[in-house]
T-cell receptor, first 112, second 114 residues
Framework: GENVEQHPSTLSVQEGDSAVIKCTYSDSASNYFPWYKQELGKRPQLIIDIRSNVGEKKDQRIAVTLNKTAKHFSLHITETQPEDSAVYFC???????????FGSGTQLTVLP | GAGVSQSPSNKVTEKGKDVELRCDPI?????LYWYRQSLGQGLEFLIY????????KSGLPSDRFSAERTGGSVSTLTIQRTQQEDSAVYLC????????????FGSGTRLTVV
């Protein structure tokens, strides 16, 4: 089955700096890679996703890149703000798996 | 409703008791998933329902765990003879179709076994 590894487990950045979170996956058939943000005590919410037919996707201050050959994908947050502080989860799935396999999460802290 | 609703939001139970957790998915969503999130950990897949198909139970950790989905809508996750290691947040997610694209999560049930 799919195995997703996520690094780092914790990340602290100064407000205004960029943050990068990286994930690797094992199943070469995986074709969908979402990222979820979970604030303390709240539900995970989808912030951006990418499918295997593109290499990069941007949405304002957030971008995701995908390297299918190396089987890794990354979340980039630019101009970080204190409200970006949360746990971020990457995930991967293939059509045959039908469920998402999640990484272990990254606690991002943006210091004012 | 507008979102995925889970109840109760918090449940404290004594070791050995049975508990039932409920999930009301978004109306019209045919796929429903249960995940478990232990403190400071990622999300662990438990079970998946799709329409009238047999559920994928491959993630259930033991035979004390079971789930059903009635009428293709509401789902109930049952944990029998609860153990302390069952303490976690149980999250439900629904999706419009057969794929796992675009989960919408409920707010979860925090289960504490004492």
């Amino acid at each position: 089955g799919e195995n997703v590894e996520q690094h780092p487990s914790t990340l602290s950045v100064q407000e205004g700096d960029s943050a990068v979170i990286k994930c690797t996956y094992s199943d070469s058939a995986s074709n969908y890679f979402p990222w979820y943000k979970q604030e303390l005590g709240k539900r995970p919410q989808l912030i951006i996703d990418i499918r295997s037919n593109v290499g990069e996707k941007k949405d304002q201050r957030i971008a995701v890149t995908l390297n299918k050959t190396a089987k890794h994908f990354s979340l980039h947050i630019t101009e970080t703000q204190p409200e970006d502080s949360a746990v971020y989860f990457c995930a991967a799935t293939s059509g045959s798996a039908r469920q998402l396999t999640f990484g272990s999460g990254t606690q991002l802290t943006v210091l004012p | 409703g507008a979102g995925v609703s889970q109840s109760p939001s918090n449940k404290v139970t004594e070791k050995g008791k049975d508990v039932e957790l409920r999930c009301d998915p978004i109306s019209g969503h045919t796929a429903l998933y249960w995940y478990r999130q232990s403190l400071g950990q990622g999300l662990e897949f438990l079970i998946y329902f799709q329409g009238n198909s047999a559920p994928d139970k491959s993630g259930l950790p033991s035979d004390r765990f079971s789930a059903e989905r009635t009428g293709g809508s509401v789902s109930t996750l049952t944990i029998q003879r609860t153990q302390q290691e069952d303490s976690a947040v149980y999250l439900c997610a629904s999706v419009t179709g057969e794929s796992s694209y675009g989960y919408t999560f409920g707010s979860g049930t925090r289960l504490t076994v004492v």
